[in-house]
């Protein structure tokens, strides 16, 4: 992390093309950005909240690349996150703010569809118009200029949907999530392929299975979240 700050002018006139440079060397992108209003009790000074999180092809060897990974303490991936979401917030003027490390918890489902680049998908999981249901956040930025993306078409407009039926275990639906009947699953034979390379109807959605995440990032993720059972 730079100990030089950018000026008050320099941090009012960011752009998306140079905050995505930021953001490329630690394989990050930008999800969506929406401007707060009176009702989301923010400070004056944030113009945009910006949505970050992996960028593939890559994201995963360069996330088990780094210290935080390699040191054998918890919660490496939130570790990682904290420093380098944090660090870009400091040079940049602004705050970070995490999905993680409540309670309490930022309303990231909400932050989300506020964006325009994010949707409520058929089976209520959040959709993304180019990472689909393999959509994570890592952490947003509180920034001090106004950033801005062009609007994306929802792409469940336009799919055949096959995320309502993907499901083997009848637990993710249009009529929401059973996450205990999803355990049960997960402890059986048959939900290994899920544990090993991420959830069916994550895979199922036609985005997804356009964007580069490796079956080894979706198995860490599956892991937490059935560990957490």
Known sequence: MSNDKPSQSQHRTLTLAGLQARLAPHFLQVLGSFQPDANDDMPEWVASVVMLGPAEPGFWPHLTSQSEWADGQPDPLDRWSRRVIGGLACDLGGKAWFPFGGPPYH????????????????????????????????????????????????????????????????????????VPSCHDFLNQPQGA?????????????????????????????????????
Request: net charge positive.
């Open 107 to 178: 309303p990231y489902y909400r932050w989300a569809l506020r964006t325009g680049q994010v949707w409520e998908s058929p089976v209520r999981l959040l959709v993304h118009a180019t990472q689909g249901l393999m959509v994570s956040f890592r952490g947003a930025l509180a920034l001090r200029s106004q950033i801005d993306l062009p609007a994306s078409p929802k792409p469940c407009d336009t799919c055949a949907r096959p995320c309502l039926s993907a499901c083997p275990a009848g637990a993710l639906t249009g009529a929401g999530y059973d």
């Open 193 to 229: 392929d899920c544990l090993s390379s991420g959830c069916h109807v994550r895979r199922a959605c036609p985005v997804s299975q356009a964007y580069a995440r490796l079956p080894e990032q979706s198995a860490y993720h599956m892991s937490r979240f059935h560990k957490a059972e």
